[in-house]
């Protein structure tokens, strides 16, 4: 096989550009892509730590979600950078949008979610 061609068959399932949305409120329906839309409707656990310095907890965050391809919807988590398939491309939960509160929970209305979606090379 020449280089050329192993190359090209490599990049044939390479990453496109990463579309991004911020400042997305919990419960409101966002269009990432023309096909690709997201509704997050609760957060199943927020245990991000509140500073550089050593944290025991998991510094997680995860989010519920109803995510539409193409008019075809089903419920997801989105955990903090681990991407879900979604169609032909990747969901990521990029941040919450707000800091982690050391003093406990976070009102659902102050979570300000930034998502992306990045579709694969055909």
């Known amino acids: 096989m020449s280089f050329a061609l192993f190359l090209a068959s490599a990049l044939a399932g390479a990453p496109q550009a ?3 949305v911020d400042n997305v409120p919990i419960f409101r329906r966002v269009h990432i892509t ?3 839309s997201v509704i997050a409707f609760g957060i199943i656990k927020d ?3 509140t500073g ?3 944290c025991f ?5 995860r989010v519920a979600a109803i995510v539409s391809y193409r008019g075809q919807e089903r419920e997801i988590v989105l955990d903090w950078d681990r991407p879900v398939q979604v169609g032909p491309g990747e969901l990521f939960l ?3 949008g707000t800091p982690p509160n050391p003093n406990g929970a976070i009102r659902l209305e102050n979570y300000r979610l ?3 979606y990045r579709p694969f090379v055909r």
């Open 18 to 20: 990463l579309a991004t």
């Open 34 to 36: 023309d096909e690709v």
């Open 47 to 49: 245990s991000r730590c």
């Open 52 to 54: 550089p310095e050593f």
């Open 57 to 61: 907890r998991n510094d997680t965050l």
């Open 94 to 96: 990029m941040s919450a």
């Open 114 to 116: 930034k998502l992306g």
